[in-house]
């Protein structure tokens, strides 16, 4: 919870108290969580972990703990996508070769000890990807028959659902993760004048304050204040004047405050993409076990929060989401469901990102026209 805050707080995307709520509200997260031995929390923690370093810049760690993520489920390639975009537009070609060689380097490592005495057994129970989930506990797709569940045709067609999804959001995640390093870029120029005024603000203080201190020891005593007081009064009436009334007080100068700009806000644009890309491999997983509820749990209300819907859509799209992954057995109501929301989730955040790239396009439009009026 600390890593997802700590991303959700760099953000400023989401409302402090849906975070609070949804820490709170989660009878399923915290059963998988408390009560059993999964290795899905594991995973994430480690994939969290990795976030936080990626968005503080520090590749090779991040690198380290997203391949341990890895190790321990491979669910966490469904971010692979997005990171790997994220390391071309931070890094360039070069270094994001070199960051995928310690990825690899980190998984030879982890199987060296199987790949030495059973590598080929190893490769196959590692990548087994025609495995066959149980109809019985199924989340998803409560509503199919047994037959179809298992069928091939259908699992390829998940695959090529889930690639062309992808495909469709690689231009708007390539656009936001060169927004977020160009802003960051920004960030570097900018900070140091910013410490360097605030220095100098910080000095002008401390010279005020010094300068009030001498002024207030400088000052008369109450009793000598009434003495002179009285004194002026005796001098206005015996030369028939009247009593000057007392000078008001300056108006205290406010003191400058401190210059900054909160540009931690830009994660949004490197969060967004991430959490997309996960949420694509999510829905259309070829089966959604209980425990894999924790590998889009914490992203949900980002997700939420990033559609235009009212704040009513959202908190009910949230609950829906939550009443399906609390229906033990599923059932074919919780399962369609479960579907519905994912769609219309989908939908939300799409257009929000696409309404977005337009604007960014006409804005481009209009500096090009300003540039040749100029």
Sequence with gaps: MCLVLRLYAKSRKVPPYVLVLSAFTSYRIHSIYVLRLFNDPVAILLLYAALNLFVDRRWTWGSILFSLAVGVKMNILLFAPALLLFYLANLGPLKTFLQLAICGSVQ???????????????????????????????????????????HRTFHLSLLGLHLVLLLVFAKPTWTFFQSYVRLRSVQDQLQPQIAKKNSEVQAQRK???????????????????????????????????KAAAPPAPAPARAESERYGIHFERCTQLALLPFFLCNFIGVACSRSLHYQFYVWYFH???????????????????????????NSYPSTYLSSSALHLCHLVLLFGVARQIFQTMRLNAAAKQQQQQQKKVQ
């Design 108 to 150: 030879l490592l982890l199987g060296a000890p199987f790949l030495l005495s059973h590598p080929v057994e190893y490769l196959r129970g590692s990548f087994d990807l025609g495995r066959i989930f149980e109809h019985k506990w199924t989340v998803n797709y409560r509503f199919l028959s047994r037959e179809f569940f298992e």
């Design 207 to 241: 010279i005020k304050k010094e300068a009030k201190k001498e002024k207030d020891t400088e000052k008369l005593s109450a009793e000598q204040q009434s003495f002179l007081n009285a004194f002026e009064k005796t001098l206005q009436k015996s030369s028939g004047g």
């Design 299 to 325: 992203s949900l209300p980002y997700l939420v929060w990033s559609t235009s819907y009212s704040l009513g859509v959202r908190y009910l799209i949230l609950g829906i989401i939550e009443y399906c992954w």
